[in-house]
């Protein structure tokens, strides 16, 4: 059969239609495998899991064809123990089926630490070596004394905590430091819209004690204790003025956005 008679025989043109449509399918076959693959087009906003169960994160992790590896445990007293207390990715980033979430969960029990000697050395140095044995401190007395800014006395619970003795990590520790007779003051920080540990930790770099702790009635205190924020502080943050050293600061707290964003627009 000669070339051209080839050309117009059936098989021929049969033969490549097959070829065509075994092309296409391979393609869209190789497609649909890639779209499987990579869940192509199918990203979405991660959950916001703190303050869950490890129970209710598994079922909803589950639903959202999602992983998770629990990476750390660390005890926090105003959470639920085995409860979500932090999240890699966090809530709101775009991720796809089959991501991985890391968690941080409530310990059952917090870890316990020895106390170090914090006594005869400076407020700032008992400061950093308390952040180092993950200690907190509690409130802080100031009393008359022929050596200012010295700490005098650590207690917990009313009474002296001797180095070495065991405590819970995450412990409140009182001070007692010493104050001229004279007395020391100090500039009021602005602690609007912060959050309560961040409101903590401005009031003891700035000598103060936190004081009476209000909550409003959007805070719910099974699910909230991590996320509330101050929207009102007695005394006001005003420029300039100043109290004594040692002075309770009252803070209200809430979730509500709109208490919030008002307390950051305030102006003193």
Not at 52 to 58: G, R, S
Request: with cysteine.
């Amino acid at each position: 059969m000669s070339f051209k008679g080839y050309l117009i025989n059936k098989r021929f043109w049969l033969n490549v239609l097959l070829a065509i449509v075994f092309t296409i399918v391979l393609l869209l076959a190789t497609m649909y495998a890639l779209r499987v693959y990579t869940n192509h087009g199918e990203s979405f906003a991660v959950p916001d899991f703190t303050g869950m169960p490890l129970e209710d994160v598994k079922k909803e992790i589950m639903v959202r064809e999602l992983q998770f590896q629990v990476t750390d445990s660390l005890y926090l007293k105003d959470a639920i123990p085995g409860s979500v207390i932090g999240q890699m990715p966090e809530a709101g980033f775009m991720v796809k089926r089959g991501r991985t979430i890391f968690m941080t969960i409530c310990a059952t029990k917090p870890e316990q630490v020895a106390m170090p000697k914090l006594t005869d050395i400076s407020y700032r140095q008992a400061l950093n070596l308390m952040m180092s044995y993950g200690l907190n401190v509690g409130n802080v007395d100031y009393v008359p004394s022929e050596f200012p800014n010295l700490v005098l006395e650590q207690n917990q619970y009313g009474e002296v905590v001797a180095e070495g003795q065991l405590v819970s990590k995450g412990s409140n520790i009182d001070l007692t430091v010493g104050q001229n007779r004279y007395g020391e003051r100090t500039e009021i920080p602005n602690l609007l819209g912060v959050l309560v540990d961040q409101a903590n930790e401005l009031l003891t770099a700035s000598y103060l004690n936190v004081g009476a702790i209000i909550y409003d009635e959007s805070f719910d205190e099974e699910t909230d204790t991590l996320s509330a924020r101050v929207w009102q502080q007695r005394p006001e943050p005003i420029p300039g003025a100043k109290v004594d050293q040692g002075t309770s600061i009252d803070i209200w707290l809430t979730v509500d956005e709109e208490k919030i964003e008002k307390a950051n627009e305030k102006e003193f």
